[in-house]
């Protein structure tokens, strides 16, 4: 399989957990990059306040925090 979404966040944030944990229960784990944005100065830009924010690569669509299940399906 291939990388379909990048995950964004970084180390210790509970919420990016609880983003990854409802990815996964939807789509195969494989297809997700965790992307930390602590090591990327434009990342931690962007993204500081956001986190988690997952993002479909092929077209860049995100979804920010909070977001449920059925968003994630949409985006799919």
């Not at 983003?19 to 100065?41: H, K, Q, T, Y």
């Not at 434009?42 to 925090?65: A, F, G, T």
């Not at 909070?66 to 994630?72: E, K």
Request: aromatic letters at 8%.
């Amino acid at each position: 399989m291939t990388i379909e979404f990048n995950l964004y966040g970084t180390e210790g944030c509970h919420l990016c957990e609880d983003a990854l944990a409802l990815c996964s229960a939807v789509m195969p784990a494989e297809n997700i990059d965790i992307v930390d944005i602590i090591d990327d100065e434009k990342l931690l830009e962007l993204y500081r306040i956001s986190i988690p924010v997952l993002e479909r690569l092929s077209d860049q669509q995100k979804l920010y925090w909070p977001f449920d299940q059925a968003q994630v399906l949409e985006l799919l």
